[in-house]
């Protein structure tokens, strides 16, 4: 079991940056892939990143190819998700999640999740 807090979000108008950050609780870390995903309202949670801890593999959702860039520090147990020329679009609830080994693109791949952070972007 992992447990996972997101921290990094808030306020920000179209055209800045944020970068948030994910602290895994787990006595063995990298053996873990992690993923951010995020919800807005009426829609469903969806993949935006994700990292294999062990050789930093990434991935990344079309929609943010090139603006997001995942990363890792496993020395502190943290990923982080820096995430520039954000749109209004881009504005959701964003979650952590963990699992073993390879990263996932699905929800229903992931058994840990954080309690989520909120980024709202101003147009």
């Known amino acids: 079991q992992v447990q996972l807090v997101e921290s990094g979000g808030g306020l920000v108008q179209a055209g800045g940056s944020l970068r948030l950050s994910c602290v895994a609780s787990?006595?063995?870390?990298?053996?873990?892939?992690l993923g951010w995903f995020r919800q807005a309202p009426g829609k469903e949670r969806e993949f935006v990143a994700g990292i294999t801890l062990s050789a930093g593999n990434t991935y990344y959702a079309n929609s943010v190819k090139g603006r997001f860039t995942i990363s890792r520090d496993n020395a502190k147990s943290t990923v982080y998700l820096q995430m520039n020329s954000l749109k209004p679009e881009d504005a959701a609830v964003y979650y952590c999640?963990?699992?073993?080994?390879?990263?996932?693109?699905?929800?229903?791949?992931?058994?840990?999740w954080g309690q989520g952070t909120q980024v709202t972007v101003s147009s």
């Open positions: 787990r006595r063995t870390f990298s053996d873990l892939a």
């Open positions: 999640a963990a699992r073993l080994f390879v990263v996932r693109t699905t929800t229903d791949e992931y058994n840990n």
